[in-house]
């Protein structure tokens, strides 16, 4: 089985910043791709950053310049640094990652898309 974790979330004032992480944990072979999404109340849920296992990172047009992605892969973490915060970030916080595990009885792998339970962020006086 495997696990998302997140954590740092919390309550900030506009122009703060604060870090989240997201620990993939269990039967893992190999990390690729890994994400942070948001929700907001009422909102669909949308995409606020995304990395790969090699760096490559891509933003949603409103987090560039204030967010910034990045990963450890030899702790199967990944990291969303918020700065310059807004009201509007307000949201549920998502990790989300593509996790190979090991190979099945056939000697199949397969990768599959996991998400976190998410992390509420809250940017308010």
């Known amino acids: 089985q495997v696990q998302l974790v997140e954590s740092g979330g919390g309550l900030v004032q506009p122009g703060g910043s604060l870090r989240l992480s997201c620990v993939a944990s269990g039967s893992i072979f190999n990390v690729y791709a890994m994400g942070w999404y948001r929700q907001a109340p009422g909102k669909q849920r949308e995409l606020v950053a995304t990395i790969t296992s090699a760096g490559t990172t891509n933003y949603a047009d409103s987090m560039k310049g204030r967010f910034t992605i990045s990963r450890d892969n030899a702790k199967n973490t990944v990291y969303l640094q918020m700065n310059s915060l807004k009201p509007e970030d307000t949201a549920v916080y998502y990790c989300?990652?593509?996790?190979?595990?090991?190979?099945?009885?056939?000697?199949?792998?397969?990768?599959?898309?996991?998400w976190g339970q998410g992390t509420q962020v809250t940017v308010s006086s």
């Open positions: 989300n990652a593509d996790i190979s595990g090991p190979v099945d009885r056939w000697g199949a792998r397969y990768e599959y898309n996991y």
